[in-house]
């Protein structure tokens, strides 16, 4: 038996791994250890009455095996593999829609809005190629709401910052 961070794979159990390496695409009876990998399906996990299954995989651990548990309304990871099972219903829950960007005296980080992962558009966000074409900070270091404005004002261009921390 392996380390609680092994994948032990059986030949006649579901993997779930999409991309197993040829190396182990073998036929044999015995279990194999594969040290560090973690099964995307955790087949001894069973549906309960008050639980739905969710189509989608787990940010935390990659897990296919998704609940909405319906007496608490939460959606869970139910491998367990993972370290944070309550991954995604925390993720859903936050309301932020806009970016928020923390502007120091030289520097700048930004939390991307879920809505970019949609259409893949964090990888060429507007808001970021902005920010680092500017020679200096647009406003005062601080926690700011970022948002697309009709308007090009002098120092904030195309964007209005609501400022929301320090």
């Known amino acids: 038996m392996g380390s609680s961070g092994d994948l032990l794979l059986d030949r006649n159990a579901e993997i779930g791994t999409p991309k ?13 250890i594969i040290p560090g990998f973690r099964p995307i399906v955790d087949t001894e996990a069973k549906m309960e009455e008050n639980e739905i299954k969710v189509k989608g995989c787990c940010p935390s651990c990659g897990c296919r095996n ?3 548990y319906t007496d608490v309304n939460e959606i ?3 491998s367990k593999y993972c370290d944070d099972p309550y991954a995604l219903h925390k993720i859903i829950q936050d309301d932020e829609i806009e970016h928020v960007v923390f502007i120091g005296a030289k520097d700048f980080s930004m939390q ?3 809505k970019e992962r949609v259409n893949r558009e964090l ?17 005062e270091p601080g ?9 090009d004002d002098e120092e904030t261009g195309p964007y209005v910052f609501k400022r929301i921390g320090d």
Request: charged residues 25%; positive net charge.
């Open 76 to 78: 869970v990871c139910k």
């Open 66 to 68: 998704l609940a909405l």
């Open 112 to 114: 991307h809005p879920l």
């Open 123 to 139: 990888l060429h966000c507007e808001q970021g190629e902005w920010l680092f074409s500017q020679s200096g900070p647009p406003v």
């Open 143 to 151: 926690k700011y709401r970022m948002r697309r404005t009709l308007d």
């Open 20 to 32: 197993l390496p040829q190396a182990l695409r073998m036929e044999t009876t015995e279990a194999v």
